[in-house]
DNA sequence: TCAAAAGTGTTATAGGTACACCCATGT
DNA sequence: ACATGGGTGTACCTATAACACTTTTGA
């Protein structure tokens, strides 16, 4: 692809990784991404362990620079399909960071994304970045390199307020899914319980969660009903707010 | 002093305005205003109009080039005070725009900031930009430059949602003011009209909205009492949310 | 029959909406 | 007295919260 072959040669201009230090780059900006990963009890962050200095050592939030010919939301992309190998990822940029010495190096503005997305099945070492990406409880963050808490303090605030308002969940739990299970997602999301029948009240003025004929199998319970994402009828909502 | 020359000795190396187009930068990042105007029956956005080209003529919002040494929120806190020669102004971060396309001489990514100010005796005049910045209604904007129509559109939709939760009008309107005029204000800028007694019903919940003992004077009707913004009571309840 | 989770109903409270009415002031 | 906006009260409706209860399944 054409387009590859520039993007690799101009990403070279700008490459922070393999030069020495003083040559760095003056001026340059980034995108970083917040990776919220949906399956134990609390929620978890995708945290990369950094191999060299600054911070050699520390862990810190998978990013890149942006490269001259591409939007930062394609960025953003791009970084996120390289860590998750997920297709159709949903992502929603958060705030930029811009203060003059967040980066030792030099001056590195990072515009920062977050995403959400299912732990379960999903091999972090399958991707690019490899073995030092690790999944932390969001509530037991390790030390972290650069302003990047920061960053995951805002972009957790950021996703507890969306997930009121927006379907998150849709492409995190099952395409077919129970309210109990609609219902935990919330309840790590949001680190707070709630009652079953309120819950199901709520959920029912969600016209977009659709039920369907369809039930649970094999369960050692009474097998609940499927319901799963009207997506027509959230975007035909969408428009018209 | 010192950080002053610093700054525009730096500043020339990415200055934009005096240099031919084809030595123009390569890659750059900005900061947009989009400051609102109350005071009229409309809300008001202030625009400058371009001197040069691109876009000769259309109209544009204020902004700069960031400087090197310069954190983002400085930098727009520097424009607005030029912009509006008003010390203690609130804004807040929107959105980072950065399409390719966004800007035809080159890649320029901007932060968008948002800022509302009283425009009785406010006098645009007065500052660096001068003449040609004007106030235009946001219900009826002219053709704009780069893609600030979005930013715009997107500034006033932030607006909107932080109306209902933060005291923007703290600034805005009187010290001492009637809650006929902040009912007022809500109104202009969520263009919409508000029952007062329900209103009041509302703001009795703010407990940060404190009455006085003063009462309006030389007017042709029933004196209404004067209330004050109660800062360290608001400051004291954002902390421990 | 029992455990486990599905699924529904009841009640109390809080907040929002619509609207009516009285009050204090200058002219 | 009257016009004008200040200020308050009521009645209704809806959303939320706490909690109790019935139902259906596999073991």
């Given at each position: 692809?054409?387009?590859?072959?520039?993007?690799?040669?101009?990403?070279?201009?700008?490459?922070?990784?393999?030069?020495?230090?003083?040559?760095?780059?003056?001026?340059?900006?980034?995108?970083?991404?917040?990776?919220?990963g949906y399956g134990k009890k609390d929620?978890?962050?995708?945290?990369?362990?950094?191999?060299?200095?600054?911070?050699?050592?520390?862990?810190?939030?998978?990013?890149?620079?942006?490269?001259?010919?591409?939007?930062?939301?394609?960025?953003?992309?791009?970084?996120?399909?390289?860590?998750?190998?997920?297709?159709?990822?949903?992502?929603?940029?958060?705030?930029?960071?811009?203060?003059v010495d967040r980066h030792p190096l030099g001056r590195v503005v990072t515009v920062a994304y977050?995403?959400?997305?299912?732990?379960?099945?999903?091999?972090p070492k399958a991707a690019f970045w490899a073995d030092k990406a690790k999944w932390h409880s969001v509530k037991n963050l390790p030390k972290l390199a650069f302003d990047h808490r920061d960053i995951i303090d805002y972009s957790y605030k950021k996703l507890?307020?969306?997930?009121?308002?927006?379907?998150?969940?849709?492409?995190?739990?099952?395409?077919?899914?129970?309210?109990?299970?609609?219902?935990?997602?919330?309840?790590?999301?949001?680190d707070k319980k709630f009652d079953k029948g309120n819950f199901r009240k709520k959920i029912d003025l969600f016209q977009y969660v659709k039920e369907t004929e369809e039930f649970e199998k094999d369960v050692p319970y009474r097998p609940s009903r499927l319901f799963k994402f009207d997506k027509k009828l959230y975007q035909k909502n969408e428009e018209s707010s």
């Open positions: 692809m054409a387009k590859t072959n520039k993007t690799l040669r101009r990403r070279n201009e700008y490459q922070i990784y393999d030069v020495p230090i003083d040559s760095f780059f003056e001026l340059a900006f980034s995108i970083d991404c917040v990776v919220f929620l978890q962050v995708l945290l990369t362990q950094r191999g060299a200095e600054p911070y050699k050592g520390l862990w810190a939030l998978p990013g890149d620079l942006v490269y001259p010919d591409e939007d930062l939301d394609t960025s953003a992309g791009r970084v996120l399909k390289a860590l998750t190998s997920l297709p159709d990822l949903n992502f929603e940029q958060v705030h930029t960071f811009g203060a977050y995403a959400i997305v299912n732990m379960k099945g999903f091999n507890k307020e969306s997930t009121m308002t927006k379907p998150l969940w849709n492409g995190v739990i099952e395409e077919k899914f129970t309210l109990t299970q609609l219902q935990s997602f919330f309840e790590t999301v949001l």
